[in-house]
């Protein structure tokens, strides 16, 4: 009977439907609490406090969850252990942990317990260990036998063996000064060789500088009596621009590279003892200043030997070349007589390309070409 009298109603007026739906269709105004914030930590707490006191139920706390992990790096609070915990408690406490052996294998609430594990993998990203208060607060929330415990254990067992594993230092908050952190970038790099002076020049002592910038400079003594025997014919060539990465910051430099001496064959027995030469000392420092036959310096490669290391402020061509004037004025006379060849990967900032100019002749021409 129901339907018989709805097939008359739509016979008698088949709008009905479309007017039904053009009506219920609204356009849906998205609010979001973070837009309209200062960007800094106590205005995202904040916005977190009112998430919780406006509904005891905390319904929408995975798609508040997730959108406030989207918005961390915006707030600068990426790497703030207490905005995560704070994250973790908007979850209800209780209402997901398993009562039965069926519930934990089966992932009971997978939306809210996948949630709670992407939240773990950010922090692992972002290079934040968590403590015991979240790893209670991951307990009371869904229990021994959940998934974002297992993923809490298995982090924990493994950030503490890879944090402290790197051997060169570098603080929590690493400076925003591009002058600090080349220097560190190349107290790393050269770090090979315990020798290695560090100097910071700027490339104003050379008057015919075009770029006014720092560089930061290193080079060992045994480099230096590399770079004096450099063959003179042979030119040196400036490599890069190479990265080395700090953390979330990169840092370029560049290598003066030169050339590899060739291998030494020595025929003699090393059981014969009856002509026992004097040992020569160390190159620079006792005895000769020659290096001795053989490698044995960590500076010679296979592709070249490594003379000098350098970061500048704007890794222009000008730049390099103030760095090899510098270089040749601090200790290193035999630069004045060799050639050195620039190899950059990209394109230093000071080239510009222009195009050629047609003449009127020229355009004359094609005009008449065109109307004939």
């Known amino acids: 009977m129901a339907t018989r009298i709805l097939r008359n109603m739509l016979n008698r007026?088949?709008?009905?439907?479309?007017?039904?739906?053009?009506?219920?269709?609204?356009?849906?105004?998205?609010?979001?609490?973070?837009?309209?914030?200062?960007?800094?930590?106590?205005?995202?707490?904040?916005v977190i406090k009112i998430f919780e006191g406006r509904d005891k139920r905390r319904r929408g706390h995975v798609e508040f969850i997730y959108a406030a992990l989207a918005r961390m790096k915006e707030f600068g609070v990426q790497k703030d252990l207490e905005v995560y915990k704070a994250l973790v408690d908007v979850l209800p406490k209780g209402k997901f942990i398993p009562t039965n052996i069926f519930q934990a294998e089966f992932m009971h609430y997978p939306k809210q317990q996948q949630c709670a594990v992407d939240l773990l993998e950010q922090m692992e990203d972002n290079g934040v260990m968590p403590d015991t208060e979240m790893e209670q607060m991951l307990l009371n929330i869904f229990g021994r036998r959940g998934i974002p415990l297992r993923k809490y254990w298995r982090m924990m067992y493994w950030m503490p063996k890879f944090k402290n594993l790197s051997p060169w230092y570098l603080p929590e908050q690493l400076p925003n000064d591009t002058l600090e952190l080349a220097k560190l970038a190349i107290e790393r790099i050269t770090s090979v060789d315990p020798g290695?002076?560090?100097?910071?020049?700027?490339?104003?002592?050379?008057?015919?500088?075009?770029?006014?910038?720092?560089?930061?400079?290193?080079?060992?003594?045994?480099?230096?009596?590399?770079?004096?025997?450099?063959?003179?014919?042979?030119?040196?060539?400036?490599?890069?621009?190479?990265?080395?990465?700090?953390?979330?910051?990169?840092?370029?430099?560049?290598l003066l590279i030169g050339k590899t001496r060739p291998e030494f064959k020595d025929d003699t027995d090393p059981d014969d003892v009856s002509n026992i030469e004097k040992p020569p000392g160390i190159p620079g420092f006792i005895g000769s200043t020659k290096l001795p036959a053989t490698k044995c310096t960590v500076h010679e490669q296979d592709d070249g030997t490594i003379v000098s290391v350098c970061a500048t402020g704007t890794s222009s061509r000008d730049s390099l070349l103030s760095w090899i004037r510098l270089l040749e004025q601090n200790g290193n006379p035999s630069l004045s007589s060799t050639p050195v060849i620039f190899t950059l990967i990209a394109p230093p900032n000071d080239i510009t390309l222009h195009e050629p100019q047609q003449t009127t002749e020229?355009?004359?021409?094609?005009?008449?070409l065109g109307t004939n």
């Open 13 to 46: 007026n088949p709008s009905i439907l479309l007017k039904r739906w053009k009506n219920s269709d609204r356009d849906v105004t998205v609010y979001d609490p973070f837009q309209k914030l200062e960007k800094n930590k106590e205005a995202y707490l904040e």
């Open 196 to 254: 290695t002076k560090i100097v910071i020049w700027q490339t104003e002592e050379i008057e015919a500088s075009i770029d006014k910038t720092w560089i930061v400079s290193a080079q060992s003594e045994a480099q230096k009596v590399l770079l004096a025997e450099q063959p003179v014919d042979d030119p040196l060539i400036v490599k890069g621009p190479y990265t080395v990465y700090l953390r979330d910051q990169t840092v370029t430099y560049f």
């Open 362 to 368: 020229d355009t004359n021409s094609e005009k008449q």
